[in-house]
């Protein structure tokens, strides 16, 4: 029994390719008005796109959603035309596919929501610290498996936010200084100097390193 769930999970290994998108200029056209096509739309809502949803008719919760503009009406190609990714999600198998072959012929990027072996795209879990933003997939479809692990690396990640924060301002700061650009950045993009951060040493060791003239440009108006 377990070697035959062995052999079938082994099918469905997928190699993703990630790519963190600016969500406002990111436009995603969504199609179908169903359960499926709420939950996607609320999640790229949440994450600032645009959002453009396609149907004949629309589940009552669309109603809650603010900034997404309902289109009533069957699909038709000229909607994927302006967007960057499309969700296909109507309860139409023929029409999904005419959709998945239009996103083919346009190189469209799309998400098929009844079989996520059948898409271009898979929408990770998704999390946000202050300074830190991450996502998360499972190579097997295992969303409540992202889930856990997400919540696992938010702990640990939670640990590192505010360093993350301060020492991308310093790193912002070395830019200017050609000469020892490299030398600071990977200094204090280090375990070493979190721990001296943590004992609020960083401006001294900083100094004894690389000198006052340096420490002071390092934190002008920081």
């Known amino acids: 029994m377990y070697k035959n769930i062995r052999k079938d999970i082994s099918k469905e290994d997928i190699e993703y390719t990630y790519l963190s998108l ?12 169903g ?3 709420y939950i996607k739309c609320k999640n790229f809502l949440s ?4 959002v453009e949803v396609l149907a004949l008719d629309f589940i009552d919760e669309f109603n809650n959603l603010m900034d997404v503009k309902l289109i009533h009406n069957s699909y038709y190609k000229e909607f994927i035309r302006d967007k960057h990714l499309i969700v296909i999600a109507t309860n139409d198998k023929n029409i999904n596919n005419e959709i998945k072959k239009d996103c083919e012929e346009s190189y469209k990027i799309y998400i098929f929501a009844e079989n996520y072996l059948e898409s271009m795209a898979i929408a990770p879990v998704q999390r946000s610290l202050k300074n830190i933003s991450f996502a998360i997939n499972t190579n097997h479809g295992n969303p409540n498996g992202s889930l856990l692990l997400a919540k696992k690396i938010i702990e640990t990640l939670s640990e590192y936010d505010d360093f993350i ?6 790193r912002g700061k070395a830019k200017i200084l050609k000469e020892y650009k490299k030398d600071i950045i990977k200094f204090v993009c280090s375990e070493d100097f979190k721990y001296i951060y943590d004992k609020k040493k960083d401006k001294l060791v900083i100094e004894m390193f690389f000198g006052k003239e340096i420490l002071n440009k390092l934190y002008k108006n920081l």
């Open 47 to 50: 994450k600032k796109c645009n």
């Open 22 to 33: 600016i969500s406002n200029k990111l436009n995603v056209g969504i199609i179908g008005g």
């Open 165 to 170: 924060g301060y020492s991308s301002l310093i």
């Open 35 to 37: 359960k499926a096509s």
